[in-house]
């Protein structure tokens, strides 16, 4: 589940949070820490959410150098999902923080499915989806800044295998939330 919105009284739709600028990339890798190899697979998402407020064809596309500087640094600003939690600063206990999650146990913004396909699984192959995004930096600040020192927002994510053929031995782990 992809967290689009947030749940405003004031606005009928709420606030944007997280804009997809791109399709997500399906890759694989033989490690957790290694860069992945773009695979065979496709992610999709209804019609409605590709740019559902038309602002990628206005967007100024950057010049190549720049684009190309921001990639480098993306790379650099990688986080492991293993260490994530070390990579985020303590909370005090005097800090005030808030989680936006997608989790429906939990869910307190609007998010939308996005379905990913993987044409065959390999064993001992760790598979990542690749998101770009922006941030809506106004709704964080409107909504949030006088009343939160730290806000969260959390996607979540689950694995379906419709496959009959593959047997698993547990599905503890067919469920995740990401930071």
């Known amino acids: 589940m992809w967290p689009y919105e947030t749940l405003d009284d004031e606005w009928e739709n709420g606030k944007i949070l997280l804009y997809l600028i ?10 957790l820490s290694s860069t992945g190899t773009k695979i065979d697979g ?7 959410w590709r740019d559902h407020i038309h602002i990628l064809d206005s967007l100024d596309r950057p010049s ?10 993306n790379v650099e600003n990688v986080i492991d999902p293993k ?34 396909h993987i044409k065959s699984l390999s064993a001992q192959s760790y ?23 730290r806000v969260d927002i959390q996607s979540f994510a689950s ?9 698993q031995t547990s599905t503890d782990n067919d469920n995740a ?3």
């Open 64 to 73: 190549i150098t720049t684009r190309k500087r921001r990639e480098d640094q």
């Open 83 to 116: 260490t994530s939690s070390t990579a985020t600063p303590p909370i005090s206990p005097t800090t005030r923080s808030l989680t936006l999650t997608c989790n429906p146990i939990y869910q307190n913004i609007r998010c939308y499915p996005i379905y990913c």
């Open 127 to 149: 598979y990542f989806i690749k998101l770009r995004a922006r941030l809506w930096n106004s709704t964080l600040i409107e909504n949030y800044f006088d009343t939160y020192d």
């Open 42 to 48: 496709h992610c999709e998402r209804s019609p409605q």
């Open 177 to 179: 939330t990401v930071s």
């Open 159 to 167: 694995i379906h295998i419709n496959d009959l053929l593959i047997f």
């Open 22 to 31: 791109e399709d997500p990339i399906i890759e694989i890798s033989s490690t």
